[in-house]
């Protein structure tokens, strides 16, 4: 069926076609075991293929846990949970700490912390407040809040990221496997220096089919039986499994052999900034008066803003005492310490309360401490923490093949720029909405060198699609980022991009081998049929040696098996 259909593509010489050749070939001059196995083979091989790749996608399926999208709308005195699909605008829906904001809307009671790095990859959570507008996608941190729909689901940012992604996925085209590729070079040399072999012979015998021409006919049909592709068909789905078994093993899900492939020759590779090379996690950029930070540390221990844990986590001795707390919400906090009266949190409530900011501070990476008596400031900068091997990942990365380095992040230009220097990627791209992420893909896509896109966000999947491989960062990426990308990292060990790399070209290597060793040989057989130096014994040594050449092929294949990684500790 598939060769029927490749057929009606004008794909007709492909390793079916081989395959049924190579059949018809051992029938006719009555090698039926050889034509067996032609089969035999390369239905096993087939079965291989799928089973690596499905196993693979099977342990990707394990890892999708969607935050469930819910709307709990208010009716009344009531609360209805339905699907965002189901909710009209105007509907006031209240969203909890922790979830998911399902539709676009702006919110009417209570203010929040929301991180919105799946929807633009900004590492910083952001503070809305009542009377702002809130995106669908991003997610609530801190307070229960009540928001007005603006706008139907469908509309709403999240569908759109999720539309992006659907027609992405339908101009991806699935590329040739690497056998079909060399078939449709293989399978008409085959057949046309088979019908030379006959028909020269038959020319010198003078056409004359009982003295000469059958001899020659049956030489032209041991080519055919001698090309037999059993090594071939059998050998390189093995290589496959085995590479995209070993893989798994180093917790790198491969979704198929043709993303195997690609990942080996692709020397273009962009990364997503946060979740990606930065953990996330917000740490203390510079080190400040331990006095303080301990009056900072103690006000925050009351708080439950992510910025606070930056502060309270680089902070080990004793906390003071915190009387009069007092939450402003959207802003930061308040309290009194031995009688004095301090805030931290945002330029705007310093500014409310009589501080003076100093002039270069940027207010997205810097919490401030005000003491109330004294009206001195004290800054506290905020980053998100680079993983601690990125630049070791993309040192070894470029050690692999790597020739062109990149960030693709929707955060700021500083903040993705001291990045990109600290882990010595080559280039970097800023202040990105996810359709300009995936436009400048597809401007970097060279139809040569397949490009490849790391990333973990809701944001990334259009972007992880239009790539010819998208690697994944499975235990924190998003849902969508998992199913739109070719090869999920199980425990997001930047790393194990480059140990992917070293793999995947380690598995070509042994596919090729594989290729060469058979093609060598039977080009020596057909040789020795042609000379008739092996007399009446030719086509049983040449069966026998094809045979040989499968075993030394499929052994050769199973290297893959005791693949050792170099990169992942």
Request: charged content about 25%; proline content about 3%; overall charge negative.
């Amino acid at each position: 069926l598939s060769c029927i259909e490749e057929i009606k593509e004008k794909e007709f010489f492909n390793e079916f076609l081989l395959m049924i050749v190579a059949t018809i070939g051992a029938y006719l001059i009555c090698e039926y075991p050889e034509a067996l196995f032609v089969l035999l083979f390369s239905i096993i091989g087939e079965l291989l293929e799928d089973y690596a790749t499905s196993k693979s996608k099977q342990s990707i399926k394990k890892l999708i846990n969607n935050m469930p999208l819910i709307a709990h709308v208010i009716q009344g005195e009531e609360i209805v949970d339905k699907d965002p699909s189901q909710v009209k605008i105007g509907d006031i829906i209240e969203i909890k700490p922790g979830e998911k904001v399902p539709l676009d809307g702006v919110i009417l009671k209570g203010s929040s912390s929301f991180d919105l790095s799946s929807l633009n990859g900004e590492s910083l959570p952001k503070d809305f407040k009542e009377g702002d507008t809130l995106f669908s996608g991003s997610i609530n941190l801190t307070s229960l809040i009540q928001m007005e729909v603006k706008k139907e689901y469908e509309n709403s940012t999240l569908s759109k990221i999720m539309n992006l992604v659907e027609e992405e996925q339908s101009k991806k085209a699935k590329s040739e496997k690497m056998i079909t590729r060399f078939a449709s070079i293989y399978t008409p040399s085959v057949m046309v220096l088979s019908f030379l072999v006959f028909f020269i012979g038959f020319a010198v015998s003078s056409f004359d089919f009982a003295n000469g021409g059958k001899e020659w006919l049956y030489r032209a049909l041991s080519i055919l039986l001698i090309s037999c592709p059993c090594s071939l068909v059998i050998a390189v789905p093995i290589a496959f499994f085995a590479g995209i078994g070993t893989a798994s093993k180093q917790g790198i899900l491969i979704k198929g052999s043709i993303s195997l492939e690609n990942l080996a020759k692709s020397e273009t590779f962009f990364f997503d900034k946060t979740g990606t090379l930065t953990e996330g996690k917000f740490v203390l950029a510079q080190e400040v008066d331990n006095q303080k930070h301990q009056i900072a540390a103690s006000l925050e221990s009351k708080s439950t803003h992510p910025l606070a844990r930056a502060i309270n986590d680089s902070y080990h001795g004793e906390l003071l005492l915190v009387d009069e707390f007092e939450d402003h919400a959207g802003k930061g906090i308040s309290g009194t310490i031995d009688g004095k009266k301090y805030f931290i949190g945002s330029k705007g409530l310093i500014e409310e309360n009589g501080g003076a900011v100093p002039i270069n501070t940027s207010s997205a990476k810097a919490l401030y401490l005000l003491d109330d008596t004294s009206k001195e400031v004290t800054v506290f900068y905020v980053r998100d923490k680079v993983k601690d091997n990125a630049s070791d990942a993309i040192l070894n990365l470029k050690k692999e093949g790597a020739k062109e380095t990149g960030i693709i992040s929707g955060d700021e230009k500083d903040i993705a720029e001291e990045v990109r220097a600290e882990v010595g990627i080559d280039m970097c791209y800023s202040n990105l909405l996810p359709e300009e992420k995936l436009q400048i893909i597809k401007e970097k896509k060279d139809d040569k060198k397949p490009l490849t896109y790391v990333g973990d966000g809701i944001n990334d999947s259009p972007s992880l699609l239009a790539a010819d491989v998208g690697v994944s960062m499975g235990a924190l990426g998003s849902d969508a980022a998992i199913e739109a990308s070719d090869i999920v990292l199980l425990d997001d060990n930047i790393e194990k991009v480059a140990e992917a790399k070293r793999l995947s070209k380690k598995t070509m290597r042994v596919v090729k081998q594989g290729i060469f060793l058979s093609i060598f040989w039977k080009a020596v057989m057909m040789a020795f049929v042609l000379s008739g130096i092996l007399g009446p014994y030719s086509m049983l040594v040449a069966s026998i040696s094809d045979t040989g050449v499968m075993v030394l092929c499929i052994l050769n294949a199973l290297t893959m098996m005791k693949y050792h990684p170099q990169y992942l500790r």
